[in-house]
């Protein structure tokens, strides 16, 4: 079982993408997890899918088609999901063959603020419901008041926080395994 883990954020020390690092320390057993860099990925332009898809989207549909299920750590900008994410999904979303059909996906977010990125994820719930992406219902992972949670290495130092990571990907895993029949 992999686990690929999409972060919304390009920041060097995004609280997003330490979640997702967090997440690689509270796998079940067997399970393994990587992170893509979405930075590479070009706005998307019709004109340039047009000449073929540019290496970096070629990249991230085959690990995302790879992967047994996915975790996406969204920033809230907003109140939505950042444009730099989005932009990258319609990319991946591209037929033929989009990825995200049928795949288990747990969404997750971090923000300083104190609603833990709820508005982002339930916009970008509504995406993966056009490209079918099996968005778990629960456990939701809300990472509010985030400053307070990660050390200044970006290490989780949350109890709360790193067990409930840890439940949502056992819960994930479960499903992923149905999935696979
Ligand atoms: C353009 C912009 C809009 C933002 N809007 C929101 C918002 O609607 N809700 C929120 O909780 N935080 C908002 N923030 C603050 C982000 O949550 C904060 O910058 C966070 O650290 C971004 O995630 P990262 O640490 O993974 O980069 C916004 C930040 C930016 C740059």
Known sequence: MHILGISGSLRKDSFNT???????????PGVTMSIFD???????????RAQGLPEPVQQLREQIRAADALVIATPE?????????KNAIDWASRPPEQPFDGKPIALIGATPGGLGTSRAQYHLRQVFVYLNGQVLNRPEVFISGAPNKFDADG?????????????MLAVLVERAKRSAG
């Open 155 to 167: 290490r989780l130092t949350d109890a709360a926080t790193s067990e409930n990571l840890g439940k």
């Open 38 to 48: 979405i930075a590479p990925i070009p706005l998307y332009n019709e004109d340039l």
């Open 18 to 28: 330490a979640a997702l690092r967090a997440c690689t320390g509270v796998l079940p």
């Open 77 to 85: 900008y907003n109140y939505s999901v950042p444009g730099v994410l």
